[in-house]
């Protein structure tokens, strides 16, 4: 049987790469899926791997990807692991004839991200990316009420995710530039890019103006045990704090705030505030990722007089909205695919690249 037909009509054979915080979610999710075997899954904790294999009762496991991806039957896997190594497992999957679903940020830079796409065209098959924060059930509250023309048309938006002491395990392989690819702004601010623009409807980004800040790390402070990754085995090399001006097609404009550390409420803060011709609207998520809902506000009038109003929003699913998705255009079919290549992605990077370079250089950069 082959792969069209498998994806339309058979049982789906899954595998995930990668069995931290991450993986996890993926294992949970494909578990739920009616017609989803996880066949198989690759870790180099050894102790985890062994309890992941238990759990859900997976056939294979194995230390290394490379030897997974070969593993005969397998038609999609998940790539959950550090960002260096997003490029080489999805390349590696897609040329393998497998749908793969990674962990944001695409990659560590557009070059990379770009050679994702080519090869997800190349071999016709699905790569979709997670970006799990724009399926919160307030950020898609607030996208039906934009979409709707309840805010007018949007001109200027700031979106931020802000932690006081967030920086994930000082001089770990999240603070090392040649891993990660950059610090909270590739860690956290892609969320935020991402549902930002997706909230104002995916706008063309004309330039961006940043800059990056790296103040607390070096000293050794802004580490929580919450967000501890492993023992330290890198320096810290990456910024702690950034931020963007960014100029939008139409003459929108977009700010946004990512930071690991700085002195701040204690409490994570997750936000977005947009205003219209007709409206404006608010969300704070305080606490946020633990917290699934946050405040909405949303600001207007009727007949000359305030009509203020807070909608409410139901938690969203969050890995489970991904996965689901992701499972829903593995089988689409041919005809489905190659709406879902990575370009998206790719473009987050593309600003991302452009925001560093900005930040480096000290100049305005066009993109």
């Known amino acids: 049987m082959g792969i069209q037909q498998q994806a339309t009509s058979a049982r789906l054979k899954v595998g995930v790469v990668g069995i931290g915080w991450a993986g996890q979610q993926h294992l949970g999710a494909y578990s739920s899926i009616e017609g989803v075997d996880i066949i198989a899954v690759a870790g180099m904790e050894e ?45 590696a999957a897609l040329d393998r004839g497998l749908h793969v679903l990674s962990e944001k940020p695409l990659a560590r830079n557009g070059d990379e991200g770009r050679a994702m796409v080519e090869a997800a065209r190349k071999a016709g098959r699905v790569l979709d990316v997670a970006f799990n924060h724009r399926r919160r059930g307030d950020i898609q509250k607030l996208k039906s009420i934009i979409d709707d023309g309840g805010l007018g048309r949007p001109y200027y938006a700031k979106g931020s995710w802000l932690r006081r002491s967030g920086i994930p395990t000082l001089g770990s392989w999240f603070t090392n530039p040649e891993m990660a690819g950059g610090g909270p702004l590739a860690d956290i601010g892609v969320h935020v890019l991402d549902y930002s ?29 919450r967000y501890t990754a492993g023992p330290a085995s890198h320096k810290f090399e990456v910024e702690d704090f950034a931020s963007a001006f960014i100029r939008l097609e139409g003459g929108g404009t977009l700010i946004l705030e990512a930071g ?93 690249d452009a925001c560093y370079k900005s930040a480096l250089e000290q100049r305005e950069v066009v993109l």
């Open 47 to 91: 102790d985890l791997l062994a309890q992941m294999k238990q759990e859900y009762a997976i056939p294979h496991a194995f230390a290394r990807w490379e030897d997974m991806i070969g593993l005969e039957g397998l038609d999609a896997i998940s790539v959950a692991v550090p960002t260096f190594l997003h490029a080489p497992i999805s390349i």
């Open 260 to 352: 690991w550390a700085s002195y701040r409420e204690v409490d994570d803060l997750l936000d977005f505030t947009v205003y219209g011709t007709d409206g404006g609207a608010e969300l704070r998520a305080v606490g946020a990722p633990l917290q699934p809902v946050g405040s909405l506000k949303i600001f207007t009038e009727k007949d000359g007089e305030n009509a203020d109003y807070e909608p409410e929003a139901l938690p969203g699913l969050a890995h489970q909205a991904v996965v689901d998705d992701f499972i829903a255009a593995v089988r689409g079919g041919e005809t489905v695919w190659g709406q879902h290549d990575g370009s998206l992605a790719l473009s987050r990077a593309l600003i991302l």
């Open 197 to 225: 623009l997706h909230l104002l409807g995916e706008p063309k980004v004309l330039s961006v103006s940043a800059q990056t800040h790296s103040e607390l790390g070096p000293q050794g402070r802004g580490g929580n045990a």
